[in-house]
T-cell receptor, first 113, second 116 residues
């Protein structure tokens, strides 16, 4: 079974700083997808970024980018120029052919003014 | 992105009663929807996979008779918590797949269920 591990329960940075959230996963499959979701206090799950495992190039979405290391099974999220609105729970997630999302434990990120 | 609407946003019910939660895909058809449960300060736990026109697939440890799932159309899945008890109080979230290869999941707003 696939597992997703986020080893940082909480993180806190100052506004405008860069922060990196860690995620590792375990799978025996070769084709899969990785995601980062944001869950603000409203609890609405919002897709931040996705990465296809077959793509070597790291995904980027404006201030959000990932460092995907397939061999190491690592998928970290970098947030540049952090903003107060980035304060939220962040979940790393894995999806394979079964199309089920497996979530990590989450990292609570706080951006301080 | 695609919109998934979940209703109600919150509900309070008495022990022993049943409550139904709806999950609708508003601007796309979803053959597959998922139901999650989230306890405070914890991650999302997959309860079941809802497939249009067929029986839902439940995860290990989830009681089928307690959490009834119906996916009668391509835009609607419902979760009914039967004979609710206080321990069923939780945050329930649905999601639906769309996009390239059906690999993009969009989530409803969630339903906070409180059983008193």
């Amino acid at each position: 079974a696939q597992t997703v591990t986020q080893s940082q329960p909480e993180m806190s940075v100052q506004e405008a700083e860069t922060v990196t959230l860690s995620c590792t996963y375990d799978t025996s499959e070769n084709n899969y997808y990785l995601f980062w979701y944001k869950q603000p206090p409203s609890r609405q799950m919002i897709l931040v970024i996705r990465q296809e495992a077959y793509k070597q190039q790291n995904a980027t979405e404006n201030r959000f980018s990932v460092n995907f290391q397939k061999a190491a099974k690592s998928f970290s999220l970098k947030i540049s120029d952090s903003q107060l609105g980035d304060t939220a729970m962040y979940f790393c997630a894995f999806m394979s052919g079964a199309q089920k999302l497996v979530f990590g434990q989450g990292t609570r990120l706080t951006i301080n003014p | 992105g695609a919109v998934v609407s979940q209703h109600p946003s919150w509900v309070i019910c008495k022990s022993g009663t049943s409550v139904k939660i709806e999950c609708r895909s508003l601007d796309f058809q979803a053959t597959t929807m998922f139901w999650y449960r989230q306890f405070p300060k914890q991650s999302l736990m997959l309860m079941a996979t809802s497939n249009e026109g067929s029986k839902a697939t439940y995860e290990q440890g989830v009681e089928k008779d307690k959490f009834l799932i119906n996916h009668a159309s391509l835009t609607l899945s419902t979760l009914t918590v039967t004979s609710a008890h206080p321990e069923d109080s939780s945050f329930y979230i649905c999601s639906a797949l769309t996009g390239s290869g059906n690999t993009e999941a969009f989530f409803g707003q969630g339903t906070r269920l409180t059983v008193v």
